[in-house]
């Protein structure tokens, strides 16, 4: 299984609003409503932002929404602030949800 | 709200096993309400999925590490554990024990990580 598409890096200012894309296939994030996001600061291990494409745990900011169209899962970052900053990784199932791979990862700037 | 604690030697040398072990607090293990699981980062690279485990046994494993690759569970002791055999220097990296709910997708727990390195 590869790992899911996603560009290097993504900027923007305070207050903007930010999209970062996940390009998979219909046997990962277009076969299945199974895409999750994790944001990850700098030593630290990451944390769940969203599952089942759109839907925020408990305590995740709103200002973070997902949403997929085919083969390709979005995560969008309203209202930019500072400790946004970090990496940010997609991961779908693959293969009858029973395997997981993830993307390959973006870092965001905050300017 | 479940806790994970990896532990583990930090350094393994090339063409030996590499075993983690993986402290559940918080729940049982036993729980039908999670999958249990392993992912790696290599220093400065990005997430790889290992394998995962139910309560019932079935396991899960990454294609590409299948050959090599156990993830079992001791519930006399609350633990989920790793082997990963002949490793070599590319096995080096930030190993984190996981899990997520059965109901949804979607890692919600997370270990802080256990740096392994191979060297000899």
């Known amino acids: 299984q590869s790992a899911l598409t996603q560009s290097a890096s993504v900027s923007g200012s305070p207050g903007q609003t930010i999209t970062i894309s996940c390009t998979g296939t219909s046997r990962d994030v277009g076969g299945y409503n199974y895409v999750s996001w994790y944001q990850q600061h700098p030593g630290k291990a990451p944390k769940l932002m969203i599952y089942?494409?759109?839907n925020r745990p408990s305590g995740v900011s709103n200002r973070f929404s997902g949403s997929k169209s085919g083969n390709t899962a979005s995560l969008t970052i309203s209202g930019l602030q500072a400790e946004d900053e970090a990496d940010y990784y997609c991961s779908s199932c693959t293969s009858s949800s029973t395997l997981y791979v993830f993307g390959t990862g973006t870092k965001v700037t905050v300017l | 709200q479940l806790q994970l604690q990896e532990s583990g030697p930090g350094l393994v040398k090339p063409s030996e096993t590499l075993s983690l072990t993986c402290t559940v607090s918080?729940?049982?293990?036993?729980?039908?309400?999670?999958?249990w699981g392993w992912i790696r980062q290599p220093p400065g690279k990005g997430l790889e999925w290992i394998g995962s485990?139910?309560?019932?046994?079935?396991?899960y494993y990454n294609p590409s590490l299948k050959s090599r690759v156990t993830v079992s569970v001791d519930t006399s002791k609350n633990q989920f554990s790793l082997k990963l055999i002949s490793v070599t220097a590319a096995d080096t990296a930030v190993y984190y024990c996981?899990?997520?709910?059965?109901?949804?997708?979607?890692?919600?727990?997370w270990g802080q990580g256990t740096l392994v390195t191979v060297s000899s």
């Open positions: 996981a899990s997520r709910y059965t109901s949804r997708w979607g890692v919600d727990f």
């Open positions: 089942d494409v759109s």
């Open positions: 485990i139910y309560y019932s046994g079935s396991t």
């Open positions: 918080g729940d049982s293990i036993s729980s039908s309400y999670y999958y």
